[in-house]
């Protein structure tokens, strides 16, 4: 009887598994080829959750490394993958077809966004007279673009060289360099909620000192008076954002962290605008435009807390690796410290451009630390027939260049393609130029914020090392990366990986 049903069971799941895996993909030699499983709807969800840069890599090479696009089914979705550089070159390019502004709905309703608010961010307006914001606001507006197209110029005003850009800069780095002046009596930076009375954590160094200037920069002082935990909220946000985005059951925590940041912006909109001065041109424009077309407040709120995400998620994690591996080696530390010297004039701040076009060896380690640990994983929406290396992806289907596939290529990287080598971007001038090398993604959603995430890490790491003496409290390594789960940006070090630092400081 047992048999009887275990065979009525597994027979049709072969008879599937032998059709999808085998007969489908030699009827369709144009279509990526699927990692095979056994479950169907869960297809390989557990893995990737549990291990996604481990079973991408275990995919690739299921496929003999050829680098041909592949697919994974993940909880139902087909998703594919993209894990060379001409084919990732390729995806960046077809921003007609591939849509990234589908991906960023979806985050955004993640976060909350209502859909009423989603429909009128996303509506061309017909022609000038419907075009409520531009009369309202007086924002030109001469191809009649959607809300959430002008956001992305918004963006590109702010965080693009310009002279919005320049004050942001001043402010961003004036904070930075604030925090890190004062140095109370147990040696720690102000700002810093230190491990123990001497000691401090790196990683708290670098999120209190980071993100308290991100916040200030963007909403001036206020946002932080309203609440002072903002920090601690968003960082449990940040965390425990995947479990929104992949709609994980129980995130009861992650939703409540998100609500008390929404909720303090919202605060922050109901003050009168006198009360509430300094903010960046940014926040300003996003609040003018939304209310001009009649967004309610709590959307606004949401969105301007997705504008305070993507610009404080990845730079305090990546000063965070920068120092952990600067911290353990005193030759590399000895040289980023003698040619950031001259940077520091007393009294005059830090020269920013003598620190991006004089330190070489501060950017090698700049861009060591992106290759070796941003785990993106750049996302589009298929929304018209498209091919890439020959293979064709079907529309409504999801395509993906996660790029740690690309920073890790030993044929590109060289055998020490696994170690973290900053000596590299040295040897060789060119290869952030590299199809090979995109941190910062590619194309028309090109990271706006590149400029400002390498100013904040280098003045940081520059100032610190002028004021300080950082020493590593007992015998530790570099921390273990979290490569389990899946990041989607810079990634994180596992639970308990911190490193803990004595500041003496310097006479200078
Ligand atoms: C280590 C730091 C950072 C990394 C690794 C990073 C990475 C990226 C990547 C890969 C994308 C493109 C996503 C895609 O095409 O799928 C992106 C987009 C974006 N980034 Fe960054 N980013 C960083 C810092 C920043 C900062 C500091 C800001 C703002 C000040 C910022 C603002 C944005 C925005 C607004 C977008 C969306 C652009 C669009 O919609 O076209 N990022 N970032």
Redesign the pocket.
């Known amino acids: 009887m047992f048999g009887a049903v275990l065979l009525s069971f597994v027979g049709p799941l072969i008879l599937w598994r032998l059709y999808a895996f085998t007969i489908k993909p030699w009827c369709r030699p144009n279509e990526p080829k699927e990692i095979p499983y056994w479950i169907p709807y869960l297809g390989h969800g557990i893995p990737y959750v549990q291990n996604g840069l481990g079973l991408i890599s275990g995919a690739r090479k299921y496929f003999n490394d050829t680098r041909e696009p592949f697919a994974i089914t993940i909880f139902g979705k087909k998703l594919y993958f993209v894990t060379s550089p001409e084919d990732a070159t390729a995806f960046?390019k077809e921003s007609e077809t591939l849509s990234?502004d589908k991906?960023?709905r979806e985050i955004a309703s993640s976060f909350g966004v209502s859909d009423t608010a989603l429909y009128d961010f996303n509506r061309q307006p017909l022609g000038e007279k419907d075009d409520v914001v531009s009369r309202k606001t007086g924002i030109k507006n001469p191809h009649l673009k959607s809300l959430s197209q002008l956001n992305?110029d918004f963006?590109k005003q702010?965080?693009l060289p310009g002279e919005r850009y320049y004050e942001l800069q001043d402010r961003f780095l004036g904070y930075i360099e604030t925090s890190l002046i004062q140095v109370n009596t147990s040696n720690k930076p102000a700002t810093c909620e230190a491990a123990s009375h001497e000691h401090t954590s790196l990683m708290e160094w670098s999120q209190s000192v980071l993100i308290d200037a991100?916040v200030r920069a963007l909403f001036g002082d206020k946002l932080l008076e309203l609440d002072p935990d903002l920090p601690k909220h968003f960082l449990k946000f940040n965390d425990e954002l995947w479990k929104l985005l992949y709609k994980w059951p129980g995130a009861t925590q992650t939703r409540a962290a998100k609500s008390q940041c929404i909720k303090t912006i919202q605060q922050y909109l109901a003050l009168p605008k006198h009360e509430r001065p300094g903010a960046a041109y940014v926040v300003e424009v996003m609040e003018a435009t939304q209310r001009a077309l009649g967004i309610p407040e709590d959307d606004i709120a949401t969105v301007l807390f997705m504008?305070l995400w993507?610009?404080?998620?990845?730079?305090y994690?990546?000063l965070f690796w920068a120092l952990a591996h600067l911290l353990q080696d005193p030759d590399l530390l000895a040289t980023i410290r003698d040619e950031t010297a001259p940077a520091i004039k007393p009294g005059k701040g830090v020269s920013i451009p003598y620190l991006i076009d004089s330190c070489p060896w501060l950017s090698a380690l700049f861009n060591e630390v992106?290759r070796v640990y941003?785990g993106?994983s750049?996302?589009?929406l298929v929304t018209a027939p498209t091919s890439i290396g020959g293979k064709a992806l079907p529309v409504g289907s999801r395509v993906v260049v996660p790029?740690q596939q690309l920073h890790f290529n030993r044929s590109i990287y060289g055998p020490d393609v696994n170690e973290f080598a900053p000596e590299r971007f040295i040897r060789s001038k060119n290869l952030t130029h590299s199809s090979s090398y995109?941190?910062?993604?590619?194309?028309?959603?090109?990271?706006?914020?590149?400029l400002?995430?390498r100013q904040?890490?280098s003045v940081f790491i520059a100032l610190a090392l002028a004021r300080f003496d950082v020493e590593i409290v007992g015998e530790r390594g570099v921390p273990v990366v979290d490569k389990g789960l899946p990041a989607g940006?810079?990634m994180s070090p596992k639970p308990g990986e911190d490193l803990l630092l004595r500041l003496s400081p310097r006479s200078v």
């Open positions: 960046f990234f991906i960023v992305k963006m702010q965080f991100g504008l993507s610009t404080n998620t990845n730079t994690k990546l992106l941003d993106v750049s996302t589009r790029v995109r941190p910062f993604g590619g194309g028309t959603s090109y990271c706006p914020g590149r400002l995430a904040e890490v940006g810079v």
